[in-house]
């Protein structure tokens, strides 16, 4: 998979929705993207919010 498309996982990676393959090589290309890893950083806040809800429902 190709740096953009590894971009295009952050969100998903935010929210734990990766399968454990994919979770382990986003988490390399998080070792190399400052980019990504600030993304992830900023996600943070909401993706424990949208955790909340789903537990409360």
């Given at each position: 998979?190709?740096?953009?498309?590894?971009?295009?996982?952050?969100g998903a990676y935010a929210?734990?929705?990766?399968?454990?393959?994919?979770?382990?090589?986003?988490?390399?290309?998080?070792?190399?993207c400052p980019r990504c890893?600030?993304?992830?950083?900023?996600?943070?806040?909401?993706?424990?919010?949208?955790?909340?809800?789903?537990?409360?429902t």
């Amino acid at each position: 998979m190709r740096s953009l498309e590894r971009h295009r996982d952050v969100g998903a990676y935010a929210l734990g929705v990766l399968d454990e393959a994919e979770a382990f090589r986003f988490e390399d290309h998080l070792m190399e993207c400052p980019r990504c890893a600030a993304q992830v950083t900023e996600f943070g806040p909401a993706t424990r919010q949208l955790m909340l809800f789903r537990q409360a429902t």
